[in-house]
């Protein structure tokens, strides 16, 4: 490894350039995540009114385009006439669906990135190889003797004859791989950097901030390494009410892939050499560990993305402040008046009266003759008060039909409608309603697609063939499956991105409309049937055209 202060040096320049490019990107979605979670409230006593329109589109909108594990789907590149490629196709099919559910770490990620998507901008996660690898037992006899074969017995008394080797040691502990596994590890936005460039295709390295413990240290780089390295990080977390300082107890490590050496580096800011080097350790198809990450708003010139909140932010403001008059007026809109004060009694009939209850008054004859309850009494106009308050919910009911016509909220998607439009006329609104919906949920099944080939690949360049087996319960395949298991695994092993189609549906990750599901089944059965109807008899009169009926049938 050659470790010099130069190497290190490079890549911290290219890390401080993304610093420098994203250093108000950073600022912006840390205040977006504060407002998501109204931290700023408690950090005043004199507390204002707010609507947190934020709040109220994030969680409409996540389990929108991200309501359910997704369901991988493994295909072969092109639908030949070919067994092997379709054992080898349900092989990784059922490891990844074993992979997904079995480990929580995929729905984690997945949501966190989600999240992350709809307030800062930028979803990211991370896949790598995790082996488990325990020691087997070691014999008793563990010492052993090693002799040339060509030595003779030595003479009695002879101290170390030259024509003799004796050499006692301990055998070497054999290992063997208990279980392994292809986690995929969410990276918090703060934590994930890249070169500076105007499109993904364009990023030449790719890098995360882990931070580690002094054990962690230890098994990672080794003993003699980890004491160089100093523990003065932890994780970075936002500044809220509340929060004591962090805890410095761990080591910040940056784990960078550089695509142009390909090779991986291991550094830190505060030691001036690298500390592990290795050659491309999982031999991707493109090289990085991650997916392009799952992007808000991005132009074609930076891959600094706009925050969705920030395109509704001047409206969003606007809300908090009618909603704080609101308050206001809310608070103000209580009788008081003034009395005479030669009639306590009047008092008493605010605060006091009741249904059905009187008050007696002295000197009722005078009471009367001055005018009673007129005359001795005098109510602050509300009328103005409640006009104005009026007046702030229509304002504050236009203002969010902004924002939602901003976000692509629409009112079918909340599942309003207005009672006098037709079943036909509210579906052709809920599908133009649902554009940028569906354009949100495909961008989420592309992102869950990248992150699943890259489990597959490290499966099955990485995976022991009795490890797929196991999680693909291949025991239970077919007897005529069975046998092309070895072929299978061989195709599996050989560039499985080139065999193999992998994808993910975006209908699988939202929640299902089972309405729809019948009617789209009842449909299909009517067409498959009367295709039967027509298609039997000319199968029976020309057997050359059955290929091309089932053909027809598989589109």
Known sequence: MEATATGVQKYLNIV???????????????????RYRDDNRSQHTNETAKFNILWSNVQTLIPAVYAKLPKAVAERRF??????????????????????????DFRATMRYAVEDRFLGGR????????????????PEDGLQVTEDIDNEPADEGAENPENQDYTAGETEPQEEIEYECAPTDYVHWKDFGHSVARTWEEVTCVWRWVYMT???LTERFGEKMSKKIPLDSGPETLKTYGQSNKERTRAKICELWDKETG?????????????????????????FPCSKPLYSTTTSDTLIPVPDFVLYQDQANELDILSDRIDGLVKALRIRGVY????????????????????????????SEKGGLKGAIDILPIDELANALLNCYRA??????????????????????????????????????????????????LFASELIRLKAQVMCSKFQPQTILAYAAAAQMSQPDQQMIPQAIQLMQDNPLRNFRI???????????EQQNKRDRVEFLTAFGGFMKEALPVGQQSPEMVPMLVELIKF
């Open 214 to 216: 002094r054990e962690a």
């Open 340 to 367: 005479d004060a030669s009639q306590p009694a009047l008092q008493r009939l605010l605060t006091e009266g009741d249904n059905n209850t009187l008050i007696p008054v002295d000197k009722w004859m005078q009471f």
């Open 16 to 34: 401080s350039q993304y610093d420098n490019e994203f250093k108000k990107w950073e600022a912006r979605a840390e205040k977006i995540v504060k």
């Open 396 to 445: 504050r009911t236009e203002i969010k039909a902004q924002i939602y016509e901003i976000t692509g909220i629409s009112d079918i998607i909340r599942g309003a409608s207005a009672a006098s439009e037709t079943a036909t006329a509210q579906q052709i609104k809920g599908q133009y309603a649902g554009l940028r919906l569906r354009s949100m949920q495909e961008e989420v099944a």
């Open 263 to 287: 090779k991986v580096y291991w550094f830190t800011k505060n030691y001036a050499e690298l500390i592990d080097e290795r050659d491309d350790p999982l031999e991707l198809e493109g090289f």
């Open 79 to 104: 639908g030949d006439n070919d067994p092997v490629g379709r054992v080898a196709s349900e092989l990784i099919e059922r490891a990844l669906d074993y992979e997904i559910e079995h480990y929580p």
């Open 503 to 513: 994808e993910v549906d975006a209908d699988s990750l939202v929640q299902l409309d």
């Open 123 to 138: 979803g990211t996660a991370w896949v790598r190889y995790e082996p488990h690898v325990r020691t087997l037992d070691v």
